[in-house]
Every structure is written in structure tokens, then in C-alpha cells.
């Protein structure tokens, strides 16, 4: 009679399914009855993250790292940031595999009613008693931001690096090269 071949037969009729939460909370232990309670506040994040001294410690210790990092950030990107006219700029300094430095010149319009100015660049490094090399570029106010590059032939940890716009008003700055 029990072949494996077989159908099962088909219920006549569907089994109904009773729940009460009150009888299932009659019988549930004290923690989950006062989980189910809604006077009892759940905890929440900073709770959790201050519950015990070493959650303590360690929310101490992520807070100090982000501001330190974030300190660190504002002090590396300001280096070398300075005001020309109408614009500011920031240079970046960075060898490379060829024996040269590359710079990176990124400029901010700060004054949008300015016009666009020609700017002459030299760059030398730290103690060099030679000829600078020279460059010339054309700041624009149409783009809020641009980037410029400029590949020098000397690989030295600073270099100075001087611009000088249109009315001779100029720029002088030490770029640290890494």
C-alpha cells in the first residue's frame, strides 16, 4: 500500500491556524514580556557605543583618529595655497620615474568679475644657482576651477616656484616634493 509512486491523497478541506499573542506572551519568560512592553525604550546607537569601558574607549580613540586625520588633511593642502589677483593657487610637487618633477597648478577664481590674466611661472630648486625654468600660462575666470601640469628637470625635495601676473604683482612659494 505505501508505494513510493503513489500521490498523496488531497486534503478535503484547509487546516485553520489559531494565534493569540496574549497566550503566547502568558507563557513567555519576564525578558521577552518586557520586550513586548511599550514603556521599555530599546537602545539606541550612542547607548550601545558608551555601554561599557571599552566601547568607550574605542569611540574616544575613532573621534581622536578623524580629527587628527582631518587636522592633517587641512595642514597638507594648505601648504602652498596662495592668493594672485583674482585667483588662488595651489601647486603639488611629485617625482617621477624619468629623473623630473611633476607639478600640478590648480587654480580657484575667487573674484567671478575678474578678468583672465596671463601668469609667468619659474621654477628652481632650493639653492640652485642656475637659469629657472620657465613657463607661461593663461589663467582663465570662464572655468570656477582649472588644473594645470607642468613637468621641471630637476628632482630636489623643494623647489621654489614664483608667479608673477600681468600688473607684476607675484607669487612666491616652496613646493616639498614627494
Given at each position: 500500500m505505501d508505494d513510493p509512486h503513489t500521490k498523496p491523497k488531497p486534503i478535503p478541506f484547509e487546516p485553520q491556524y489559531y494565534?493569540?499573542?496574549e497566550h503566547r506572551l502568558q507563557r513567555a519568560s519576564p525578558t521577552v514580556r518586557a520586550l513586548n512592553d511599550k514603556t521599555v525604550k530599546l537602545p539606541n546607537v550612542f547607548n550601545t557605543l558608551t555601554g561599557t569601558r571599552s566601547n568607550r574607549f574605542l569611540l574616544i580613540t575613532i573621534v581622536v583618529l578623524c580629527v587628527f586625520i582631518s587636522v592633517m588633511n587641512r595642514m597638507i593642502h594648505s601648504v602652498g595655497s596662495y592668493q594672485l589677483?583674482?585667483?588662488?593657487?595651489?601647486?603639488?610637487g611629485r617625482f617621477t620615474k624619468d629623473g623630473t618633477t611633476h607639478l600640478e597648478i590648480n587654480t580657484v577664481v575667487r573674484n567671478a568679475e575678474a578678468s583672465s590674466e596671463i601668469i609667468n611661472c619659474a621654477v628652481a630648486p632650493v639653492g640652485y644657482e642656475g637659469e629657472p625654468f620657465k613657463e607661461q600660462f593663461l589663467f582663465s575666470t570662464e572655468e570656477k576651477e582649472e588644473q594645470f601640469s607642468l613637468d621641471v628637470p630637476f628632482k630636489a625635495p623643494q623647489l621654489y616656484v614664483?608667479?608673477?601676473?600681468?600688473?607684476?604683482?607675484?607669487?612666491?612659494?616652496?613646493?616639498n616634493c614627494h
Open positions: 494565534y493569540s499573542r589677483g583674482a585667483f588662488s593657487i595651489t601647486v603639488t614664483v608667479f608673477q601676473n600681468e600688473s607684476d604683482a607675484f607669487v612666491s612659494l616652496k613646493v
